[in-house]
């Protein structure tokens, strides 16, 4: 243990020694000034350079001797010793050692070590009140701050005054609380009652809750404020069919009636069966209606029209057969009721009648049918009160209800659905009641009765003049809201009326012939005929007028007398085959008023001073076709049927004695011609306003007002002309005569109205891959040709039988070829060209007389290998010479010429046509296809006799000249149909084969291969990864750019420093130094170096080497620390690695540092500083006394030599600064980098 004693102590005496020599450099800088706290100077320098007081005044400075240029410590804050005080703020500028202290309020001088103790300054904030002390000042602060100078407000709100989530804002005077919703009070503690307002409707209960409230509903409401009323229904409570109609708080059902099965069903939701119809009573087809009360099952009976009673049992029905009346007496009535009424039901089909008349002969009111519609009048003492009418037919024989109102207003309406418009017409009328007490007392129904039957209380009603007397029936009349029951009449109340409705069916055996409507007239029937038919049961048909029979000609005239229209209608039949011909005329004053023709078939009208009118439809189809024309004021208008065709303007005429009205022709051949011609048909049932004009009278009628005056070769009834008499059926054809007309029956493979057209198409003329088309008089073969190239041509010649002008040629081709003849034929100095010409279809004619070449091109190019259909046509096919106009596809403007040429004439010449190719041209031919040409009708067959085929009977034909044969088809043969071409190539089709144009990226038939990218190796400096149509570089190290081709600039950002130049390299750089420069950055001052030898051969040593020369060997000799033939190695002494305890080592000149581990200490940290330190503190101390007087003698012995050494030691070595000044202050951050050497 003593032995161990002194080994200790030897490293504890030299840490205390360092201590002591720092703390009494301390104490000897103050005396420099604040400004040398820091100890800023370094290199030897002096702060404040010995002079108190300037060191006093401006806060010191660093003296350099003469050789320096700074010394001051790079990068030194003069503010890091904190050399302002109380809290006072430093600042300086960069690279100056001055300081400036910003002194608290209450302090001053250079660190604010002066306290000025006085309150002048006024630095109490916020109206705070300030106080002198021996040691400062204090500030009393007003309400609401508080801090040393008063300069914080206090916060009102640290209490958390505000209660239930409210929101604090405090101020100077206060604090406010920002309630949330359901609260207020000034600290929101008072809650909001939502339920003051009452919100809640029918009967809610409202819940006060926080912010809000909600409302508990009765069971019949929902909603917020339960303002909806709950629906019922929605469970369908309705059984059985029952429809549920919803109600406040309750629903009801409406049971069905049980039409469809007999079954009833009553209760409150439909679900009991009534029983009370089980054994019902009803009678006369009575419906039974079940009912339950008071538990028992009833029944009531819902009684049909024409009865009443409990059981339907009574019939409320007359019927009157002519002659007859029903009287009726009403109770007596007070001159207080204001009410009067009579509800019926009557059947009848007599347009004109008295249905009931109430009242006297002064006092009354009658309802009657007059012409089928209903009037009402009244008369109240022979003045005229009221009239009523409703227009609807109900003279029809069917049932009707009426009702008459007179109250306030007079009121009649038609009751039941056959009225769906104007069923109620109503107007005021001031009735005084005691003026009708008495006379609306009784009420007559059907008639009045005739003489004194009724007796003297009608008040010589008798005598008045009725409308006729009601045939058929009525019932459920009610007068006066009182129903009335014939069975309680006596016999002196009614004549010729019965029970019931006697009604016969005059019309059941259907008496009416030719489709004529029958009416039944309850007593007889009535047959509404339709034209041309007439009589008592419309069997008589009106006599036609035949016009024209066996190409005669003819007409009818018919003079008007003792008549005076302003307005008529004329109106027949008509039925002819012929295209024209005259059909009417009115005369007036032997001027033609008006006339009525036709022409192409269709009516024309024409008036005085007007143009023609034509009708739109033809009328010549040997049918019937009814025409009407319609003479108004002003106006003329014609039907055809019932349809307006139109109307022409006419002057204001009559139709009057003296006129003549003339059909089918005039008696003047010139004027007939003009309109038309003699009219060749049959013309029938001609009438004026329902008046007819007969040819040939059919009826015995009264005296006519138009009597006939002409007649001239007009037969009656309808026969046709024999046209088979001329044997006009050809080619074996049988004959068949229709009205005025013929039809053959033709044999097989003959067609047309004569069978004078043979069907060449039915006997199969043309092969199988070819399409007959029929031509006048034979057949073409129409087939698409396909040509392979060079010698494929076919060329033809006209028979010379080729007649008609040649103005037009139409083909279709398809090709990929660019540049091709089509069609060519040239007789000079004409010729034609068609072809294409760079991708487009080009046109050339020379022709007739003209010396213009004519040339066309077509817009778009026609060399994709599809079908297109073109059209080379004169403008004006007419005209010797015109413009040609080209159709491309059915284009809408195409192409025209702007010269003029002649027509294709030439080619009915001994020239020949080429297709596909030109002679003599040595070039290859068309490679594709063309259909048949045609040229104005005549077809460039592909077939002809020589091949086989049959022989064409047309006169005018193109014939094939050349012997070789064509091959025909061109199938579509849709070979990319089936989407070869992968990754979105292209399939182009050709004809017998497919081509895919690969899309970017992709080769090979199908495109199935991706096109190797990377194969031309286009990263320069780098990987390339292949794409689709692309490749990415993955760069070298140093180099950028799509292709890795650019080297990136290490040179930008380079830390080169002291004007070094910076040299770019691949993916690093360097620097070349200044000539005293050296290190990687440049940033170190080259060492002393030696050179020994000669020009020819030296030697050069780094590092304070010494160079030698010994019997002409060149040698470097290295100081310590340095190796090498140069001495550019610096030994590394740490290599060995010296330090223990994980001590940190770092390599020195000629020798290492250990920076040690806490708890650790020694040059290579061996002393473990926890172990035995009690034990050895009274031996420390002793060595604590020994090692102050040691240490004063050692401070004198450093201040002598340190003396001495700046006065003799004059350089500055910043290699040194760098290795033995920064990397000290870098231990506790990083261990230290590699030394740099020169090398």
């Given at each position: 243990m003593n032995n161990m004693a002194p080994s200790r102590r030897s490293p504890l005496l030299f840490y205390l020694s360092v201590l002591l020599l720092v703390l009494l450099k301390k104490s000897l800088c103050m005396k420099d000034g604040p400004r040398c706290l820091s100890n800023p100077c370094q290199k030897d320098s002096e702060c404040g350079g010995g002079d108190a007081a300037a060191a006093a005044t401006t806060g010191g400075g660093c003296h350099c001797p003469d050789s320096l240029q700074d010394c001051v410590q790079t990068g030194y804050d003069p503010c890091s010793s904190s050399p302002c005080l109380h809290n006072a703020t430093c600042s300086s500028a960069a690279g100056n050692l001055n300081f400036t202290c910003s002194c608290p309020l209450g302090y001053t001088g250079a660190t604010c070590e002066v306290a000025t103790g006085t309150c002048d300054w006024h630095f109490c904030m916020h109206g705070g009140t300030c106080h002198d002390k021996v040691d400062g000042v204090a500030c009393l602060c007003a309400e609401g701050y508080t801090g040393t100078y008063?300069?914080?407000?206090?916060?009102?709100?640290?209490?958390?005054?505000?209660?239930?989530?409210?929101?604090?804002?405090g101020n100077m005077t206060g604090y406010a609380c920002y309630c949330v919703p359901g609260y207020q009070g000034k600290h929101c503690h008072l809650e909001v009652n939502e339920c003051v307002s009452e919100p809640c409707l029918n009967g809610g209960t409202c819940l006060n809750m926080i912010g809000k409230y909600e409302c508990i509903c009765p069971q019949e409401y929902t909603g917020i404020h339960c303002e909806e009323d709950v629906n019922e229904c929605h469970i369908n409570p309705c059984q059985n069919g029952g429809t549920c109609e919803n109600s406040f708080g309750n629903y009801t059902c409406h049971c069905p009636p049980g039409e469809e099965d007999g079954i009833f069903y009553s209760g409150w939701n439909c679900s009991e069966v009534l029983l009370g119809c089980i054994q019902h009573k009803c009678q006369n087809k009575g419906l039974c209606i079940p009912h339950l009360r008071n538990g028992q099952h009833r029944f009531s009976c819902l009684c049909?029209?024409?009865?009443?009673?409990?059981?339907?049992?009574?019939m409320?029905?007359?019927?009157?057969?002519?002659?007859?009346?029903?009287?009726?007496?009403?109770?007596?009535?007070?001159?207080?009721?204001?009410?009067?009424?009579?509800?019926?039901?009557?059947?009848?089909?007599?347009?004109?009648?008295?249905?009931?008349?109430?009242?006297?002969?002064?006092t009354f009111m009658k309802l009657e049918l007059l012409n089928g519609y209903l009037h009402l009048s009244m008369q109240i003492n022979n003045k005229s009160k009221a009239f009523l009418h409703i227009p609807h037919n109900v003279s029809d024989g069917e049932w009707h209800s009426v009702e008459v109102i007179i109250a306030r207003m007079v009121t009649l309406k038609l009751l039941d659905s056959s009225c769906m418009e104007s069923c109620l017409h109503e107007t005021t009328a001031t009735i005084d009641r005691n003026q009708t007490l008495f006379a609306f007392q009784s009420t007559f129904f059907g008639s009045l009765p005739v003489g004194n039957r009724s007796g003297d209380s009608l008040q010589n009603i008798y005598n008045l003049q009725p409308a006729p007397s009601f045939v058929g029936c009525l019932q459920d009349i009610e007068i006066d809201l009182n129903f009335f029951i014939p069975e309680n009449l006596s016999c002196d109340s009614y004549l010729n009326v019965k029970a019931g409705c006697a009604k016969k069916d005059w019309c059941e055996q259907h008496p009416c012939q030719n489709k004529g409507r029958c009416v039944n007239l309850w007593l007889s029937y009535q047959c509404d005929c339709y034209r041309p038919y007439t009589g008592p049961d419309c069997a008589t048909e009106y006599i036609p007028g035949?016009?024209?029979?066996?190409?005669?000609?003819?007409?009818?005239?018919?003079?008007?007398?003792?008549?005076?229209?302003?307005?008529?209608?004329?109106?027949?039949?008509?039925?002819?085959?012929?295209?024209?011909?005259?059909?009417?005329?009115?005369?007036?004053?032997?001027?033609?008023?008006?006339?009525?023709?036709?022409?192409d078939g269709k009516l024309i009208l024409l008036g005085p001073s007007s143009t023609k009118f034509q009708g739109t439809q033809a009328v010549n189809d040997g049918n019937f076709y009814l025409i009407s024309l319609k003479i108004e004021p002003n106006k003329t208008e014609l039907f055809h049927s019932t349809q307006n065709l139109g109307s022409i303007s006419t002057p204001i005429i009559k139709i009057q004695s003296g006129d003549i009205i003339y059909i089918g022709g005039l008696p003047e051949d010139q004027e007939t011609n003009i309109n038309g011609g003699y009219f060749k048909g049959c013309i029938q049932d001609l009438r004026l306003n329902n008046q007819p004009l007969e040819f040939f009278p059919v009826t015995t009628s009264e005296k006519s007002v138009i009597s006939k005056s002409a007649?001239?070769?007009?037969?009656?009834?309808?026969?046709?002309?024999?046209?088979?008499?001329?044997?006009?059926?050809?080619?074996?054809?049988?004959?068949?005569?229709?009205?005025?007309?013929?039809?053959?029956?033709?044999?097989?493979?003959?067609?047309?109205?004569?069978c004078e057209e043979v069907q060449w198409c039915e006997l199969s003329p043309c092969p199988h891959e070819a399409q007959c088309q029929p031509v006048h008089r034979g057949f073409e073969c129409l087939a698409n040709a396909i040509f392979s190239g060079r010698s494929s041509a076919v060329f033809y010649r006209s028979n010379g039988k080729i007649r008609r002008d040649l103005t037009k040629i139409t083909f279709g081709f398809r090709t990929r070829d660019s540049d091709v003849i089509l069609l060519y034929a040239e007789k000079e100095p004409e010729f034609i060209t068609i072809g294409i010409q760079n991708t487009k279809l080009g046109i050339q004619l020379q022709s007739g007389n003209s010396f213009y070449t004519l040339s066309l091109t077509s817009s778009q190019p026609v060399n994709d290998g599809q079908w297109h259909h073109v059209t080379f046509s004169m403008v004006e096919p007419l005209s010797q010479s015109s413009r040609w106009h080209i159709d491309l596809d059915d284009e809408e403007d195409g192409v025209t010429s702007t010269v003029a040429t002649g027509n294709l004439n030439f080619l009915r010449e001994e020239i020949d046509i080429y297709l596909a190719d030109k002679p003599f041209d040595n070039l290859d031919g068309l490679r594709g296809c063309i259909s048949t040409v045609e040229i104005d009708g005549i077809y460039l067959s592909y077939f002809d006799s020589a091949d086989g085929y049959m022989k064409k009977p047309q006169e005018e034909q193109f014939l094939k000249i050349s012997a070789n044969s064509v091959a025909t088809g061109c199938p579509q043969l849709e070979a990319c149909s089936s989407?070869?071409?992968?990754?979105?190539?292209?399939?182009?089709?050709?004809?017998?084969?497919?081509?895919?144009?690969?899309?970017?990226?992709?080769?090979?038939?199908?495109?199935?291969?991706?096109?190797?990218?990377?194969?031309?190796?286009?990263?320069?400096?780098?990987?390339?990864?292949d794409g689709i149509a692309s490749y990415n570089c993955v760069c070298d190290p140093g180099y950028t750019g799509a292709r890795c081709e650019e080297d990136i600039d290490d040179c930008r950002g380079h830390l080169c420093a002291n004007g070094a130049t910076c040299i770019d390299e691949v993916n690093s750089y360097s620097c070349l130094c200044p000539g005293n420069f050296t290190g990687r950055f440049c940033r170190r001052i080259q060492v002393p170096s030696t050179v020994c030898g000669n020009e020819k051969r030296n030697l050069t040593?780094?590092?304070?080497?010494?160079?030698?020369?010994?019997?002409?060997?060149?040698?470097?000799?290295?100081?310590?620390?340095?190796?090498?033939?140069?001495?550019?190695?610096?030994?590394?002494?740490?290599?060995?690695?010296?330090?223990?305890?994980?001590?940190?080592?770092?390599?020195?000149?000629?020798?290492?540092?250990?920076v040690c581990e806490m708890n650790y200490a020694g040059e290579r940290c061996e002393i473990d500083?926890?172990?035995?330190?009690?034990?050895?503190?009274?031996?420390?101390?002793?060595?604590?006394?020994?090692?102050?007087?040691?240490?004063?003698?050692?401070?004198?012995?450093?201040?002598?030599?340190?003396?001495?050494?700046?006065?003799?030691?004059g350089t500055y070595s910043p290699s040194r600064q760098e290795k033995e000044g920064s990397r000290v202050e870098m231990w506790d951050m990083e261990p230290p980098p590699p030394m740099e050497r020169l090398i």
């Open positions: 008063c300069e914080r407000e206090i916060d009102k709100c640290l209490s958390s005054p505000c209660l239930n989530g409210a929101v604090c804002r049909p029209n024409g009865y009443t009673g409990v059981h339907c049992e009574t409320t029905t007359v019927s009157f057969q002519g002659n007859g009346f029903l009287q009726v007496h009403s109770a007596t009535a007070t001159a207080q009721d204001s009410f009067y009424n009579i509800n019926l039901r009557f059947l009848t089909a007599q347009p004109t009648t008295l249905i009931f008349y109430r009242g006297d002969k002064d035949r016009f024209g029979h066996e190409e005669s000609t003819g007409y009818a005239a018919f003079t008007v007398q003792d008549i005076d229209y302003e307005s008529g209608t004329i109106s027949m039949f008509l039925r002819t085959r012929k295209s024209s011909g005259f059909l009417f005329a009115l005369e007036k004053n032997r001027f033609l008023f008006l006339k009525v023709w036709l022409e007649l001239i070769n007009v037969a009656p009834g309808c026969a046709g002309d024999n046209f088979c008499k001329s044997n006009p059926c050809q080619n074996g054809g049988v004959c068949y005569s229709i009205w005025d007309d013929f039809t053959c029956t033709c044999p097989p493979n003959t067609a047309g109205k004569a989407n070869p071409c992968m990754h979105d190539g292209v399939c182009e089709d050709f004809y017998t084969y497919y081509l895919c144009i690969c899309a970017e990226g992709y080769t090979g038939t199908h495109c199935g291969i991706n096109i190797d990218d990377c194969a031309s190796n286009p990263c320069v400096h780098g990987n390339c990864s040593c780094y590092n304070y080497g010494n160079c030698t020369e010994h019997q002409g060997y060149l040698k470097c000799t290295c100081i310590p620390g340095f190796t090498g033939q140069r001495c550019e190695v610096d030994i590394n002494e740490c290599i060995s690695d010296p330090c223990l305890h994980g001590g940190l080592c770092q390599n020195l000149l000629n020798k290492f540092h250990c500083l926890t172990a035995d330190l009690a034990s050895n503190i009274f031996t420390s101390v002793g060595s604590v006394t020994l090692a102050l007087l040691f240490i004063f003698l050692l401070a004198g012995t450093v201040s002598i030599v340190t003396a001495n050494k700046r006065a003799t030691q």
